[in-house]
């Protein structure tokens, strides 16, 4: 018997333990510092309907989700956004996001050009960017700098940092693209136009063998379908795939304890580790840390002190999420219709507000029809003023920006504040590299003990359910080699 203990119940860690439960030679204990499990997941009553207070959909388009919504019987509930319109706010005006972006490229010339996103001459860098020579990819480098190179500064501004950067609450001048746009890593890799690698993707939900004869072509032609919705939800939030996890591990005999923070672990000699929580001791041969990299760091540090310390660097964006609930709003000179999932703002506008989501549009199981539910996030890696505002001050800045770009002025019904402390990682060019070598290192140290998690795999849930499934068999695989 194999006693797997997985430290911390986000969804990476429950993905771990469910991929591990059913197994008669493996026993499993999820241990959770907070009350509840979910992690960054949290569904909560508001304003009568159920309403997620982080994430609020996955992409669809990766298979990981979706298939552990499968496993646990809940594919046949999963729903797609009611629209696929959306927004972003640029000097004081909202305008229509052309169809076909992929993490923000353009794929559609004419939908782009109707869009008026780009200014004439932008809207050219786009179309004369498949005929354009370039290097090769090598290695990792800034989302942003591949992008302008390829597109344009107008393209990154207004589309792509918008979109990659909103994400992962970051900047694109500092994200890698092989963890934040891996797609369009693949087709700079080959060489390949970074518009014809979207457009790939929007049709195939990939870049399978990114093709490089592409000079010469018309940049992209086809206003081609692309398969199935890109974003997947439960109705009644994603808060019911915790529920579902923590219900399918109890039932297959899984240990589950919340109010549990793993305070400290050790080797145990020959085999297996202690850990230690404030209630007590829990013994392990393998422990998958599933926690953001600064909870993991300090728990590693007295054994693996190199792992720990690329651990304890990786930066973080804080943000809050803030939940209002209006009236039926007039829809007239100042209000426009709400007739998309919401919109985006480009950085550098000087907005405290990064997006609006109209949730109410956005999802047809949050339309009563007689009340409008917005989500509004606010902070980015590199602007601290979220933090700096107490509630009541961050509700009374969003409410002014709500004015300005929505014309609401009307007081909410309701409003809820979720703040998210330190919860984006901000992977720079060549962390994956960095976490190769950190898990090489925890190999060696500490056989048994695997990282699972955003801080890994990257923020996206299925990305997050993958690493927990992988550090699930990773963790098993090893579990009679001694800690050195
Ligand atoms: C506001 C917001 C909106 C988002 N929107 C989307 C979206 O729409 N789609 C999408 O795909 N992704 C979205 N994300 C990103 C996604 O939610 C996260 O990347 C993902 O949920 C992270 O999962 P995780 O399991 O790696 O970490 P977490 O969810 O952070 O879980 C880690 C857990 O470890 C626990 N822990 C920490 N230390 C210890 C310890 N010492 N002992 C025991 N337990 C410990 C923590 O309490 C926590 O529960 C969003 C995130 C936020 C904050």
Redesign the pocket.
């Known amino acids: 018997m194999i006693r797997v203990a997985v ?9 771990a333990a469910h991929h591990l439960a059913d197994r008669p030679d493996v026993r499993v204990t999820v ?4 009350a509840r ?5 949290r569904t909560e009553d508001f304003a009568d309907v159920s309403l ?8 669809a388009r990766r298979p990981e ?1 979706v298939e552990l919504c499968r496993e646990l019987g809940l594919d046949g509930e999963l729903v797609p956004p009611a629209t696929s319109t959306a927004y972003v706010w640029r000097r004081g005006r909202l305008r229509r996001l052309p169809a076909g972006l992929v993490l923000g490229v353009p794929t559609r010339l004419g939908s782009l050009a109707r869009s008026r996103v780009l200014s004439p001459w932008g809207w050219s860098r786009v179309a004369l960017e498949p005929l354009l020579p370039g290097r090769k990819l090598r290695g990792d480098e800034a989302l942003g700098a591949v992008v302008r190179r390829r597109l344009g500064n107008e393209a990154h501004h207004r589309l792509v940092d918008p979109l990659v950067g909103g ?1 992962n ?1 970051g900047d694109t001048d500092q994200l890698s693209i092989e963890m934040t746009a891996p797609s369009l890593a693949t087709a700079a890799r080959a060489g390949c136009s970074l518009v014809r690698g979207a457009a790939r993707v929007a049709r195939a939900g990939s870049v399978p063998g990114c093709p490089t004869a592409h000079r010469g072509r018309p940049a992209v032609g086809a206003d081609e379908p692309a398969q199935g919705p890109v ?1 997947l939800t439960l109705p009644g939030g994603l808060g019911c795939l915790v529920e579902a996890l923590e219900f399918r591990l109890v039932g297959a005999g899984a240990e589950v304890r919340t109010g ?4 400290v672990l050790e080797p145990t000699g020959r085999r297996g580790y202690r850990l230690h ?1 404030e209630t007590g001791v829990l013994e392990a041969d393998a422990v998958v840390l ?3 990299a600064h ?2 760091a300090p ?1 590693l540090a007295p054994h693996a002190p190199g792992s720990a310390a690329t651990l304890a660097s990786l930066g973080y964006a804080s ?1 809050a ?1 803030v939940a209002l609930a209006f009236p039926p709003l007039p829809v007239g000179a100042r209000v426009p219709p709400l007739d998309g999932s919401g919109f985006l703002v480009a950085r550098g506008e000087g907005r405290l507000m990064t997006a609006c989501s109209w949730a109410s549009s956005k999802w047809s199981h949050l339309d009563r029809g007689d009340q409008v539910v917005l989500r509004v ?1 606010a902070g980015r890696a590199g602007d601290a003023r979220v933090e700096a505002l107490d509630d009541d001050a961050l509700v009374d800045r969003l409410r002014l920006e709500l004015g300005e770009s929505l014309g609401i002025t009307v007081a909410p019904s309701q409003v809820r504040v ?1 703040r ?1 402390t330190r ?3 901000q992977y720079a060019p060549g962390h994956r590299p960095r976490m190769t070598a950190t898990e090489a290192e925890l190999r060696r140290r500490l056989p048994g003990v695997v990282l ?13 359910i993958a ?2 499934r992988r550090a699930a068999e990773l963790a098993t695989a090893v579990p009679e080699q001694a800690p050195g």
């Open positions: 430290v911390g119940g986000g969804i990476a860690g429950l993905a241990c959770e510092a907070a499990l979910g992690g960054k997941i997620d207070l982080g994430p609020d959909a996955f992409l989700a994400i609450a974003f549990a923070p793993v305070t929580l599933a926690t953001p909870d993991a728990l943000v999420l996030s979720a998210w919860a984006f990682p699972a998690g955003a801080a890994l795999a990257g923020v996206g849930l299925p990305a997050c690493s927990g």
